[in-house]
C-alpha cells in the first residue's frame, strides 16, 4: 500500500473522497452530523504548512482513503483523522495511513500524537489499540495518545522512501489513466534496457 501527500492542487479530490462517504461514515469521521458546505469549509481551512494530508490512490486515481495530521502546541504535538471508502475497508489502508502519518510525524520530532473519536468509532479504536495508544473513554468519545520516539536518521530515511515510493505509484497509475490503461511506467524502462 503506497500513501502520498497530497499538494494543495490535490486538495478537492480529498474533499470528493469526504463528500462521498455514506451519512454514518461522515458522523463517525467528524464526530458528528456534517453538511457538503461544511466539507467544503473544512478542506478550504487546511493549512498544509501546519500538517499533512496523506492519501491512497486506486488505479482511477480517486482517493480511497486519507489522513489528516494537524500540528498544534507550537509544534510538540499532532492530531489525526482518518478516513477509508467503505468499499476498500478491512484491507489494512486504516493501518498503512496511521502508520505513514507516524512516520511523517516523528520526523519532525513531534512529541505526541492524538486522535479524537466516537466511541462507537471501532475501527479508529482498533487502530489506537494496536498501536499502543493510551485511550481514555467517556460517554461518547474516546481519547487516545501516544507519545512518540524521536527521530533517528533511519526512521527519516525510511519515511522519506516511502513518500517517494508513495509518488511513484501515484505517476504509474496517472500514466496509466493518461495512456488508457494499457501501459505500465515502470515497464518503459525495463524493455527499453532488453531491446
Same mark, same amino acid.
Given at each position: 500500500m503506497n500513501v502520498k501527500s497530497l499538494t494543495r492542487f490535490e486538495l478537492p479530490l480529498y474533499e470528493t473522497h469526504l463528500m462521498n462517504l455514506p451519512a454514518k461514515d461522515r458522523h463517525l469521521r467528524f464526530s458528528? @452530523?456534517?453538511? *457538503?458546505?461544511?466539507?467544503?469549509?473544512?478542506? *478550504?481551512?487546511? *493549512?498544509?504548512?501546519?500538517?499533512?494530508?496523506?492519501?491512497?490512490? &486506486? *488505479?482511477?486515481?480517486?482517493?480511497?482513503?486519507?489522513?489528516? #495530521?494537524? #500540528? @498544534? &502546541?507550537n509544534g510538540h504535538d499532532a492530531e489525526i483523522a482518518l478516513s477509508v471508502d467503505p468499499n476498500y475497508r478491512r484491507q489494512g489502508y486504516g493501518h498503512a495511513l496511521f502508520e505513514a502519518a507516524l512516520k511523517w510525524v516523528r520526523s519532525r520530532s513531534i512529541e505526541k500524537i492524538y486522535s479524537l473519536c466516537l466511541r462507537e468509532n471501532r475501527p479508529m479504536v482498533h487502530i489506537a489499540n494496536a498501536r499502543g495508544m493510551t485511550i481514555h473513554h467517556d460517554s461518547q468519545e474516546a481519547e487516545a495518545y501516544l507519545n512518540v520516539d524521536k527521530p533517528t536518521l533511519a526512521t527519516m530515511w525510511e519515511e522519506m522512501l516511502g513518500e517517494q515510493i508513495g509518488w511513484a505509484d501515484y505517476t504509474n497509475k496517472r500514466f496509466k489513466v493518461l495512456a488508457g490503461g494499457n501501459i505500465n511506467f515502470f515497464d518503459i524502462g525495463l524493455n527499453k534496457r532488453a531491446s
Open positions: 458528528g @452530523f456534517v453538511s *457538503d458546505e461544511s466539507i467544503t469549509k473544512y478542506v *478550504d481551512s487546511i *493549512d498544509l504548512r501546519q500538517g499533512v494530508v496523506k492519501a491512497i490512490y &486506486n *488505479d482511477a486515481l480517486e482517493i480511497i482513503a486519507a489522513v489528516h #495530521v494537524v #500540528v @498544534f &502546541n
